[in-house]
C-alpha cells in the first residue's frame, strides 16, 4: 500500500529554517504530483506548496512565497519542504500528500495518500 512518513519537524525560533521530508512508498514516485499542506490549531487544513511529477512546475501559496521551497528526488522517492525565515504563524502539523496525476495543484480533493504529518512549532 501506498505510505508517505513526514520527518523532520521540531521546535524552532523564529527566524531559523527548517527541511522536512516525505519518504514514500508503495507507487510509482515520478509519475505523481507532490503537495504539502499544514494545519494550526484551531484551523483548518491548508495548502503551502506543490510539485509536478516532472518538478518544472511548482506553486507556492501567497504566505510561503518567498521563504519555501519544494523539491523532490526520484531516486530517494522523497519530496522536501525547505522554509526560511519562521514566524510563529508557521506553527503547524505539516502534511505531504501524492496526487492522483502528475500535475501540480492546489486542491486537497486532487490528493490521493496522505502522510500522518510532522509537527513545527516556531518560537518568538
Known amino acids: 500500500q501506498v505510505q508517505l512518513v513526514e520527518s523532520g519537524g521540531g521546535l524552532v525560533q523564529a527566524g531559523a529554517s527548517l527541511t522536512l521530508a516525505c519518504a514514500a512508498s508503495?507507487?510509482?514516485?515520478?509519475?505523481?504530483?507532490m503537495g504539502w499542506f499544514r494545519q494550526a490549531p484551531g484551523k483548518e487544513r491548508e495548502f503551502v506548496a506543490t510539485i509536478s511529477a516532472t518538478a518544472r512546475t511548482t506553486d507556492y501559496a501567497d504566505s510561503v512565497k518567498g521563504r519555501a521551497t519544494i523539491s523532490r528526488d526520484s531516486a530517494k522517492a522523497t519530496v522536501y519542504l525547505q522554509m526560511n525565515s519562521l514566524k510563529q504563524e508557521d506553527t503547524a502539523i505539516y502534511y505531504c500528500a501524492s496526487g492522483q496525476n502528475p500535475y501540480a495543484t492546489r486542491r486537497q480533493t486532487a490528493y490521493e495518500y496522505w502522510g500522518r504529518g510532522t509537527q513545527v512549532t516556531v518560537s518568538s
Open positions: 508503495g507507487r510509482t514516485f515520478s509519475n505523481y504530483a
